[in-house]
Every structure is written in structure tokens, then in C-alpha cells.
């Protein structure tokens, strides 16, 4: 596979064309992006034993995400990015709530995420940096109690775009459209010492209405596992894999880039491993670190991805 040289410093126009192949973790520029963040949920995706949970139960999440990749492969045109430097970190308070209210069995709750967010884009000797607010994150959820070791989960996830967006600009904290997430997740204890945690989602974006282009649909995956040490630790690896599914469009049709024809629509593909640890106080608390390299990349930044998050239950 041959790199993709430039023959003399691109214009500012020409930078900020092939800079809308970024794709930052959390929220990016277009060709293959969603609004998700992978590798955000790890151990203990759901709670345990949710029958028996107070009838108004909330818990707030604090996340901390740093990512950084100084890779960019695109493989629809054959090749990488030279001198490419890509960082993204994000302060993500998100508030769940667990209602008394049960559906098809389950117990419904919901919940809502709001990012904080830096990110900055090199390339070319050109830099564009952002910080600002991100896209919220609202959905409905429920939460079936299989047994004292099994918790399932459905949810339906609506991003919208309240982040700050430029589409001259090749950092954002906006994607600059809506994107329509449904989710199934599960947490389970296999033994007295083990846990596995799995996360699914599919994304159908909309239109970025200033750039009419549509990114394509994702398949997104999550899955940590772990072993309990002592009471309050456990140690263990994490993930994640993404695969776009369709083709990006523009103008309602196919990409193109400088008039040529995007063999593979763009389409994105990572998969990422890493190690974990997660700890327990005050009971019902909890603090974990994790991180992942990726692999396997296609039309994507490749980099590595950091994860810290606490988690504090409490009842009203």
C-alpha cells in the first residue's frame, strides 16, 4: 500500500479536504464517524441483582477520556497520511436514574451525557484546535434481572448536535447531526471470581445539513473482562471493534474525493485490546482506569485510547 504524497505544501483548502477524513474517538469530522465514544463502558456495564435496587435509584458517572494517534490510514485511496498528529480529551458527567416502572419485564430508567471536550488536529504543518461543549447524549433504557449474576439491558440512544461546529474547521466538538443509536448490553458473573461485560450498538446518522454528507451506518462493540484479586480490586482487558456497515454520501451519492471515486465508501474499521483495573469503595462506589491500542485500521486515525471513569451511586 503506497502512502499518499503531496508534492509541495497543500493549500489551506486542500488541507482542510483531505482533513475531513479525520475521525476523533469521541466526536470527529466526517467519512465513517459516529457519535459514539468506543471503549466508554467497561466493567460492570449494568448493574446486579436490579430487582432488588431502591425504587429511585441514580447513580452519577464522571468519565475522562484522552486519545491519541499520529496514524491515519485511508485505505479508500489507497494509503496513509503523512505527519499527522491527533488528540482528543473529553470530561464526560453522565446522570442515570432507575425508576420503579416495569416494561416487558424490565425496570425502566434513562439517562443523559453532556461532554467537555479539547481537540486538536495537525497535519500538513497546519493545526486546528477546539475546546468547547460536545453533542448531548439522552436515552431511554431497561434493564431485565436474569438471577443475581445476569442483568441484560436494551436502550435507545439519541445524540444531538449542541456542540460547537465549523465545517471549514477540521477539529470540532460537533459532529453536526443527529444520530439514532439502539443498544443491548449485558453484565454476568460466569464465577464467584469472574466478570464479563459486553456493550452492542448500531448507529443510523443523519445529514450534516452544511456539508450535505451523511456518514454510513455503524456496528460498534464494547466488552471488558475481569478477575476479582482481593475484595475491591480486579483486574482485567477491555475493547472495543468498529465497522461501518454503508457507504458515506454527499449531495446523495457516493464520495468522491478530488473527482475520483471512493472504492469502499469510506467505510471505517478499528479494533482495540488493552489492559484494565477496577476498584471498589464505600461500599457501592467505584473507580476504574483502561486502556486500549488499536488495530486492524481502515480509514481511521490509529492511535491509542485512555479511559477513566468513577461511579457513585446514591438514592433520593
Not at 449494568?46 to 496514524?71: I, R, S
Request: aromatic residues 12%; negative net charge; charged residues 20%.
Amino acid at each position: 500500500m503506497n502512502p499518499i504524497r503531496v508534492p509541495r505544501p497543500p493549500s489551506l483548502a486542500a488541507a482542510v479536504t483531505i482533513a475531513s477524513f479525520l475521525v476523533l474517538p469521541a466526536h470527529a469530522t466526517e467519512n465513517g464517524v459516529d457519535n459514539i465514544g468506543p471503549g466508554t463502558d467497561g466493567f460492570f456495564t449494568l448493574p446486579l441483582d436490579v430487582n432488588n435496587l431502591p425504587d429511585h435509584m441514580f447513580a452519577f458517572n464522571l468519565y475522562y477520556n484522552h486519545y491519541e494517534a499520529k496514524k491515519l490510514d485511508i485505505s479508500s485511496l489507497g494509503g496513509k497520511v503523512p505527519d499527522v498528529k491527533i488528540r482528543s480529551d473529553a470530561i464526560i458527567p453522565r446522570l442515570d436514574y432507575l425508576s420503579p416502572l416495569r416494561i416487558f419485564g424490565g425496570r425502566v430508567g434513562g439517562y443523559v451525557a453532556q461532554p467537555y471536550m479539547r481537540q486538536q488536529v495537525s497535519l500538513f504543518g497546519l493545526d486546528s484546535r477546539r475546546e468547547s461543549q460536545g453533542d448531548t447524549t439522552v436515552a431511554p433504557i431497561i434493564l431485565w434481572d436474569m438471577g443475581r449474576d445476569l442483568t441484560l439491558g436494551a436502550a435507545l440512544e439519541i445524540t444531538v448536535p449542541t456542540g460547537d461546529y465549523d465545517a471549514a474547521r477540521p477539529a470540532n466538538t460537533s459532529n453536526n447531526f443527529y444520530t439514532c443509536k439502539p443498544l443491548f448490553s449485558a453484565t454476568w458473573l460466569p464465577t464467584e471470581l469472574t466478570e464479563l461485560s459486553v456493550k452492542a450498538t448500531y448507529s443510523f446518522n443523519e445529514e450534516n445539513h452544511d456539508t450535505d454528507y451523511r456518514s454510513g451506518q455503524l456496528f460498534h462493540f464494547d466488552y471488558s473482562t475481569s478477575y476479582r484479586v482481593t475484595d475491591n480490586l480486579r483486574l482485567g482487558l477491555n475493547g472495543y471493534y468498529l465497522k461501518q456497515t454503508t457507504d458515506d454520501e454527499q449531495f446523495g451519492r457516493a464520495v468522491t474525493f478530488m473527482g475520483e471515486d471512493v472504492d469502499d465508501g469510506v467505510r471505517g474499521q478499528v479494533f482495540a485490546i488493552g489492559p484494565a483495573v477496577h476498584l471498589t469503595f464505600l461500599k457501592y462506589a467505584s473507580f476504574e482506569m483502561r486502556c486500549a491500542k488499536e488495530f486492524a485500521v481502515e480509514n481511521r486515525p490509529e492511535g491509542e485510547m485512555f479511559w477513566a471513569k468513577l461511579n457513585l451511586p446514591f438514592t433520593l
